[in-house]
């Protein structure tokens, strides 16, 4: 039922005051005379490694992971983990190779990238494409499941958690990327927290409930002996969810697209990292890595145990909608609403912390990129500092009350998360193939850029609606293969139109990326870190292939 006893309201609001007084007090303790564009959007200078770390784990971890990602191991299993556990593999990749360029040529946003590389109208172009789909998609899915998951274990309705979460994520974001970034750091503790102590009840009750009393290895087991086809990393053609998680592609296919594009080329992640110094930014993303190989055990098992405790009768209500249709994505506020009182309240807080602190990161580089690559760009040119500050201010708030109106419409959804993965990887190829030849290959140009940016979307449209409107005689691809496809064309499209000219004019020879090798030698210590994350990488997919 939900229904929250008095030590739930004491949790949650310890919670709510811990984040709002550190806030107001970093807010106050590092606050310069004048704040500029860049100390506001990026926190220049001050975040330290964990801060970045952490930042990179709460604007990513959210409410799309304990409901969603919680809805898709109950519906399909473990498989749904190698979105974070190659994850880890890929941020080792974009610390090494990715993020020096970035620091090197002194990017500040994802637009500006393309600007310098390749021209105004390309960088413009990907802007208006990147804050569609962070208002439209990201916002709006988070705010959605976010009061769906509040709604379903407090005593308050769906209308007034949406209202709640936009505004208490506009208060956390007005603070600018300091804020954010410091605050961040005790949200993860708090959602880490919530997320084991929801994960310990759902094996307890499993273990309990085949008669071995409260004990988590023997609800592994349970797990092991009663969902063992939950329990495969790879899947092959014969499973019934192939065309979500196909086979060997969520490791180099179209989920090393994902990713890469996600952890490299997004400015609400990469953003945590660009004020820093190329050290401190590389240690940050190390033990956010580290904090992915977690992510898992928080936000999978518990929907696996929910499935395996179903399929044995129970729960049997609480997982069907209205209509009497099975909707996974009920598993985790269910196991939500068994927690006692007190503990209850941690995993609300814990749940508000990722929703709250997700909101904040992408609210923030909407208002980055609007401000710094639309605003300054084509509005006001000569616009000061402060008057940067103040629109990208004005944008928080107009983008999550637009969030906020949009995020009911998505009620209809069956798995929220394979929702936002595929719809996002329309846009993710493309990204990926014009940033990859836009840093390595010199002889890229702006036109084969124009043509990327242009292309992307239409082509995975194209490849997605083509069987049905072809009636089948077309192959139907799942969605991770349609992205590797859609990857490989836009490069091939890109090195032949840059190839079909070969001698670079002035002009296109000013937008070339400074590249030194000697920016991706990295420290003995990122070797050490990165050598155990994949050896973890290699005995999880070996035990669970």
């Given at each position: ?23 107001m007090?970093?807010?106050?303790s590092?606050?310069t ?14 975040l330290?490694?964990?801060?970045i770390?952490?930042?990179l784990?709460?604007?990513n ?22 979105y974070?556990?190659?994850s880890?593999?890929?941020?080792i ?10 620091l ?20 413009t ?26 709604s379903?274990?407090a ?8 209202i ?10 007005l ?30 009750l ?13 609800g592994?087991?349970v797990?092991a002996?009663?969902?063992p086809?939950h ?28 990713n ?5 080329c ?15 930014a ?7 890595a580290?904090l ?5 055990i928080?936000?999978v ?21 209205a ?30 912390a ?39 201010r004005?944008?928080?708030v107009?983008?999550m009350?637009?969030?906020?109106f949009?995020a009911p419409?998505?009620?209809s ?24 030849l ?5 002889k890229?140009?702006?036109t084969?850029?124009l043509a990327?940016a ?10 997605k609606?083509l ?16 992205m ?7 490069v091939?499209?890109?090195?032949g ?15 070339a ?33």
């Open positions: 039922m939900n229904v929250l006893q008095t030590a739930d309201y004491i949790v949650f609001f310890i919670y709510f005051v811990i984040v709002t007084a550190y806030g007090y970093i807010y106050r590092k606050k005379a004048a704040t500029s564009s860049n100390e506001y959007f990026l926190a220049e200078g001050s330290t490694w964990w801060a770390g952490a930042s784990i709460a604007s971890i959210s409410a799309e992971h304990f409901i969603g990602m919680s809805g898709s191991g109950f519906a399909i299993g473990l498989a749904i983990a190698s974070e556990w190659m880890a593999a890929t941020l990749i974009v610390a090494m190779f990715i993020l020096p360029i970035y090197k040529n002194r990017i500040f946003t994802m637009p500006q990238f393309l600007a310098k590389r390749y021209s105004g109208t390309v960088s172009i990907m802007a208006i494409i990147w804050l569609l789909i962070y208002v439209f998609v990201n916002l709006t899915s988070i705010i959605y499941l976010g009061a769906l998951a509040i379903s274990i005593p308050v309705s769906f209308q007034f958690c949406v709640g979460l936009s505004l208490f994520s506009v208060i956390v974001t603070g600018g990327m300091k804020v954010i970034g410091y605050t961040d750091m005790f949200q993860v503790i708090v959602l880490i927290l919530g997320g084991l102590v929801t994960t310990y009840l759902a094996l307890t499993l273990s309990d409930q085949f008669g071995f009393g409260k004990d988590i290895l023997k592994l087991a797990i002996d009663q969902a086809d329990l495969h990393m790879i899947l092959d053609e014969s499973n019934p969810h192939y065309n979500e998680l196909p086979g060997m592609s969520v490791l180099v296919g179209g989920m090393l697209i994902n890469l594009a996600y952890w490299g997004n400015q609400y992640i990469v953003q945590r990292a660009l004020g820093a110094d190329l050290k401190t590389r240690k940050g993303i190390l033990f956010a580290f992915k190989l977690l992510v898992p928080i936000a098992l518990p929907g696996i145990a929910m499935f395996v405790m179903h399929q044995n009768g129970t729960f049997q209500q609480e997982m069907v909608d209509t009497g249709v099975l909707k996974p994505d009920h598993a985790y506020p269910t196991l939500m609403n068994l927690l006692p009182a007190g503990l209850k309240g941690v995993a609300l807080a814990a749940l508000t990722a929703i709250v602190a997700s909101l904040a990161g992408k609210a923030n580089s909407i208002s980055t990129i609007f401000s710094l690559d639309i605003y300054k760009k084509y509005f006001n040119s000569q616009a000061s500092e402060k008057k940067l500050v103040r629109t990208g004005w944008c928080v107009v983008c009350i637009i969030a906020a949009v419409a998505l009620k959804l069956d798995q929220a998360y394979q929702f936002i993965q595929e719809y996002v990887g329309f846009f993710s190829p493309g990204v990926l193939a014009i940033f990859l836009g840093m390595f290959w010199k890229t140009t702006p084969a850029g990327g242009l292309l992307t979307v239409p082509i995975a449209a194209v490849l609606f069987p049905m409107w072809t009636e089948g005689a077309f192959p139907d691809y799942p969605f991770l293969d349609r590797t496809i859609v990857f490989f064309i836009i091939f499209l890109m090195v139109i840059s190839l079909a000219k070969p001698v670079l004019d002035e002009e296109e020879k000013n937008h990326i400074e590249v030194d090798n000697a920016m991706f030698k990295v420290s003995s210590e990122f070797i050490v870190g990165s050598f155990i994350i994949c050896g973890i990488l290699v005995a999880l997919y070996t035990v669970f292939w």
